[in-house]
């Protein structure tokens, strides 16, 4: 018995090491993406400005041309624009953070790789902090968030893989993660330890992984309405003739289009959403289980289906014509928004059957 505490201990200390060394090299790279960003190359506004312009000609343009052949009437093509979600802008994808350059795109591969090296190491805390206790890794908010940031930045990297236009959100990412390893590490930490009875259920390997998937995944396509806001901002000045700043210029010129980043987030969050669906009836069969009743209105199941509302209202809204652009993707920011109050707030804040904060 003495043996197996002692292999434990010598996990839990393996996990925490694992975690340090991913959060140092997660920093690294942290520092490569910047460099990313100021070595390579700084587009002009005049690139986005004429495809504006150009768009607007175009709109202009007759939609049917008729030209005579002998007896026939031959019917031109006329061109199609394809326009943003907002109805208004035709506009190119930026050519991304290194711009295209050599030197910015040794700086953005750096950072891709060493990304990928403090998830590797971030994976073997998570997976030594299961072994350390022989159960899954996510018994609490400590385990949940290093489980959680592990999985956002494996998400990312399987979109690189997939040759998605993704290098932009890998400053933001590494960030973020930082930040919350950085709570995870300090202010949610807990002893690798035993399950409370009513989690040592195998629903806690089904329900749980998959809502750290969805928040992983929900927080990419938070990530994409964000840098939509931004972009859309940054078009909508140039279309008014307005001339930005040499900053705004510089980091906004080499992103996505905002057509573009309007159509990822919803991508993310729609492919997504079938499986938060399946959290919640999963919760409710492990509630059932465990307690004897299905849905008893506690916090987390409020919020987990106020969440769940808030992302129907989204894609419902991004469907229709009147709802694209701008208003969903401030839908999408309050419906992760929602997540994010399910995990922090209801954990911290308020009394349940779900209280298993460990902190």
């Known amino acids: 018995m003495q043996l197996a505490t002692a292999a434990n201990e010598s996990l839990a200390h393996l996990s925490n090491n694992l975690i340090y060394a991913s959060m140092a090299v997660y920093t690294i790279a942290f520092f490569a993406h910047i460099a990313e960003w100021i070595f390579g190359s700084r587009s002009k506004v005049a690139r986005t400005a004429a495809a504006l312009t150009q768009s607007g000609t175009q709109a202009a343009a007759p939609a049917v041309q008729v030209r005579g052949r002998g007896t026939t009437a031959v019917l031109d093509k006329p061109q199609v624009v394809t326009r943003s979600a907002a109805g208004t802008r035709d506009v190119p994808d930026g050519p991304g953070a290194a711009g295209g350059t050599v030197q910015g795109d040794l700086y953005g591969r750096i950072a891709v790789s060493l990304t990928t090296l403090g998830f590797l190491l971030a994976a073997g805390?998570?997976?030594?902090?299961?072994?350390?206790?022989?159960?899954?890794?996510?018994?609490?908010?400590?385990?949940?968030?290093?489980?959680?940031?592990?999985?956002?930045?494996?998400?990312?990297?399987?979109?690189?893989?997939?040759?998605?236009?993704?290098?932009?959100?890998?400053?933001?990412?590494?960030?973020?993660?930082?930040?919350?390893?950085?709570?995870?590490?300090?202010?949610?930490?807990?002893?690798?330890?035993?399950?409370?009875?009513?989690?040592?259920?195998?629903?806690?390997?089904?329900?749980?992984?998959?809502?750290?998937?969805?928040?992983?995944?929900?927080?990419?396509?938070?990530?994409?309405?964000?840098?939509?806001?931004?972009?859309?901002?940054?078009?909508?000045?140039?279309?008014?003739?307005?001339?930005?700043?040499?900053?705004?210029?510089?980091?906004?010129?080499?992103?996505?289009?905002?057509?573009?980043?309007?159509?990822?987030?919803?991508?993310?969050?729609?492919?997504?959403?079938?499986?938060?669906?399946?959290?919640?009836?999963?919760?409710?069969?492990?509630?059932?289980?465990?307690?004897?009743?299905?849905?008893?209105?506690?916090?987390?199941?409020?919020?987990?289906?106020?969440?769940?509302?808030?992302?129907?209202?989204?894609?419902?809204?991004?469907?229709?014509?009147?709802?694209?652009?701008?208003?969903?993707?401030?839908?999408?920011?309050?419906?992760?928004?929602c997540w994010i109050w399910n995990y922090y707030g209801v954990n911290i804040l308020l009394t349940g059957k779900h209280s298993y904060a460990g902190v």
Not at 196 to 205: D, G, I, N, R
Not at 296 to 305: A, L, T
């Open 125 to 337: 805390g998570v997976v030594a902090r299961a072994m350390s206790v022989q159960r899954a890794p996510w018994g609490n908010m400590y385990e949940f968030s290093i489980t959680f940031s592990t999985v956002a930045v494996g998400a990312y990297l399987l979109l690189l893989v997939l040759k998605k236009n993704v290098r932009w959100l890998g400053l933001f990412l590494v960030t973020t993660v930082l930040l919350d390893l950085g709570i995870a590490t300090t202010v949610l930490y807990t002893d690798s330890d035993q399950l409370v009875p009513a989690l040592k259920s195998y629903w806690l390997l089904i329900h749980v992984s998959t809502a750290i998937i969805c928040g992983a995944v929900f927080y990419i396509g938070a990530a994409g309405a964000v840098m939509y806001l931004f972009r859309d901002s940054y078009e909508a000045k140039l279309a008014r003739g307005e001339q930005p700043g040499k900053f705004a210029t510089s980091v906004w010129e080499r992103f996505p289009s905002a057509a573009s980043l309007d159509k990822f987030s919803y991508r993310i969050n729609a492919a997504v959403f079938p499986l938060w669906t399946f959290t919640i009836i999963a919760g409710a069969i492990w509630a059932g289980d465990a307690w004897g009743r299905y849905w008893g209105w506690d916090p987390k199941e409020v919020w987990s289906f106020v969440t769940w509302v808030a992302y129907a209202c989204y894609l419902h809204a991004r469907a229709t014509a009147g709802w694209k652009g701008r208003k969903a993707a401030y839908l999408a920011l309050f419906a992760f928004a």
